[in-house]
């Protein structure tokens, strides 16, 4: 359940890539304006996520959760009825505050559910709903703003809230034991390991490459679908599935060869397919193809990165997830200005090239970061 609540809390964040347009046609803004909601959503998530975990560290688990998805529901429920694009940017920062509060406590309640060697599959488990979002849940909203309008999207997206709200009230236990650092300082207190922090910039700049595409989804591939929402919700539904399995298939390589390896091998992967972008957006069959070739590669960092985090610190596993958590919604608000940066500056087709720069510079982070794990923590 801890999972699906996440699933839900990511069809928020990811759905709206899909319906750029249509907002934008809607409230009046360039598709470029529009998808700076997507930046405030996500940089919202970051900033907040470890304040507000801290100022509930001494609350029951369970009613922090509940008060997360509470508010979670409350922004989206304002963004349904904005009447406003600067309405809509506020109501997503509300909801962006209960995003960043779910994260990290649905982590550390995860790994305190579960005996101390499954802690890891736990953690694995509420992360992988953010993959399920886009395999489902962002498809699904796609569609649904295609047919009957944005706003009909962000309804779909406060009734898996409201589905989350029941099932964490009913199934997670009133009382959890989960000690949580007390203060801010110790929550960030892993940042000051240089090994931590190699890892985490390998994050950051791999996972900006990852969503610069995905972010104008709906602009990058619009020559192959004709501004058809049935046909994006299919090339994001195709991406979702591919990027699930390549982040399974990932997990169990990590496991046999290390996640630096796979990381490695998937930033080559991504950074071949983000060269070959432009020559496949005209056609909707290789628009098609090219996202299934892109999907193998674009999610198969998510679980090396974690196995590297939790090998380099395991008692910290559930710390160490969250601040990986801020960074991925760091890198989410990253892609969206830098994409409205570029198509401004060279146009849609030009973001699959800037990104593959970026995952190039990640590949280079990542081996710095694997010299640094053979040395000491700083």
Same mark, same amino acid.
Not at 4 to 29: H, N, Q, S, Y
Not at 56 to 80: D, I, M, P, Q, S
Not at 180 to 194: I, Q, T, V, W
């Given at each position: ?101 779910? +994260?990290? *406590?649905?982590?550390?309640? !995860? &790994?305190?559910?579960? %005996?101390?060697?499954?802690? @890891? #599959? =736990?953690?694995? $488990? ?115 599935? +591919?990027? *699930?399995?390549?982040?399974? !298939? &990932?997990?169990?390589? %990590?496991?046999?060869?290390? @996640? #630096? =390896?796979?990381? $490695? ?114």
């Amino acid at each position: 359940m801890l999972g699906f609540a996440t699933f839900a809390i990511g069809t928020d964040e990811f759905v709206l890539a899909g319906v750029l347009p249509e907002m934008g046609r809607d409230l009046g803004v360039s598709v470029t304006t529009a998808g700076q909601v997507v930046t405030v959503f996500a940089l919202t998530c970051a900033v907040l996520a470890p304040v507000l975990a801290t100022a509930t560290a001494r609350r029951a688990r369970r009613a922090v959760l509940l008060l997360a998805v509470a508010v979670h529901l409350l922004g989206n429920v304002a963004t349904a009825l904005a009447p406003t694009f600067a309405t809509v940017l506020a109501a997503q920062m509300v909801a962006a505050a209960g995003a960043g509060l779910f +994260v990290p *406590t649905a982590a550390v309640t !995860a &790994a305190a559910l579960v %005996a101390p060697e499954r802690r @890891g #599959r =736990a953690i694995a $488990a509420v992360t992988t709903g953010f993959t399920a979002a886009t395999a489902l849940g962002a498809p699904i909203g796609t569609a649904l703003g295609g047919w009957l309008g944005w706003r009909s999207t962000m309804w779909f997206v406060a009734a898996l809230s409201v589905l989350g709200l029941i099932g964490v009230r009913l199934l997670v236990p009133a009382r959890v034991a989960a000690p949580a650092p007390e203060g801010l300082r110790a929550r960030l207190a892993p940042l000051r390991d240089r090994r931590v922090l190699a890892v985490l910039a390998t994050t950051l700049v791999g996972f900006t490459a990852i969503y610069l595409p995905y972010t104008y989804i709906a602009v990058v591939f619009e020559p192959a679908t004709g501004g058809s929402g049935d046909r994006l919700a299919v090339l994001m539904f195709t991406l979702g599935v +591919v990027g *699930t399995l390549g982040n399974i !298939a &990932a997990g169990r390589l %990590a496991d046999r060869f290390g @996640g #630096r =390896a796979v990381v $490695a091998l998937a930033l080559l992967w991504m950074t071949g397919a983000l060269l070959l972008f432009p020559l496949t957006t005209g056609a909707y069959t290789s628009a098609l193809l090219m996202i299934v070739v892109y999907g193998v590669a674009a999610f198969a960092i998510t679980s090396p990165q974690q196995h590297r985090l939790i090998t380099l610190d395991p008692a910290s596993a559930s710390v160490l997830v969250s601040l990986n958590a801020a960074i991925l919604y760091l890198a989410i608000a990253m892609s969206g200005a830098v994409g409205a940066l570029g198509i401004g500056w060279a146009g849609a087709r030009a973001l699959p090239l800037i990104a593959a720069g970026l995952a190039v510079a990640a590949l280079l982070l990542s081996e710095w970061g694997h010299r640094m794990s053979r040395s000491p923590a700083a």
